[in-house]
């Protein structure tokens, strides 16, 4: 009797649990659209320096020499280079795929018997 009793409080336990998981779907609330301008034409940003070049921010000659050889000599500049490479040579093979080829092949070939063999005892 007692088992029984703690495998209906179990199963009970376990049931509300499940149940408590269970939620209605309710749609989504969009927050309010942000209106932006639909050009960003002739609007400058006086407090950024992205439009300034690095060479005339840098005034120190020994850093700016720094900055061109770690640019020069950076692997993940390098390695992005290469993969420009192969995907423009990947370009120019699918292209060349899509040309008209011509193929030819030329063979010839010759058989010698043997003196003392089947095929050459036959042939003399």
């Known amino acids: 009797?007692?088992?029984h009793k703690k495998a209906y409080q179990t199963l009970l336990a376990a049931t509300?649990?499940?149940?408590s998981?269970?939620?209605m779907m309710q749609p989504v609330q969009h927050a309010s659209s942000i209106r932006t301008p639909g050009t960003f034409e002739n609007q400058t940003d006086s407090t950024g320096i992205g439009a300034m070049q690095w060479k005339s921010f840098f005034k120190d000659?020994?850093?700016t020499a720094l900055i061109d050889t770690a640019l020069l000599n950076n692997p993940d500049l390098k390695m992005a280079v290469q993969r420009i490479e192969m995907a423009k040579t990947n370009i120019l093979l699918a292209k060349g795929a899509l040309l008209p080829a011509v193929n030819a092949e030329i063979s010839g070939g010759g058989r010698k018997f043997g003196d003392y063999t089947m095929d050459g005892v036959g042939n003399y």
């Open 1 to 3: 009797m007692k088992t």
């Open 16 to 19: 509300l649990l499940f149940l």
């Open 21 to 23: 998981g269970c939620k």
């Open 61 to 63: 000659p020994n850093l």
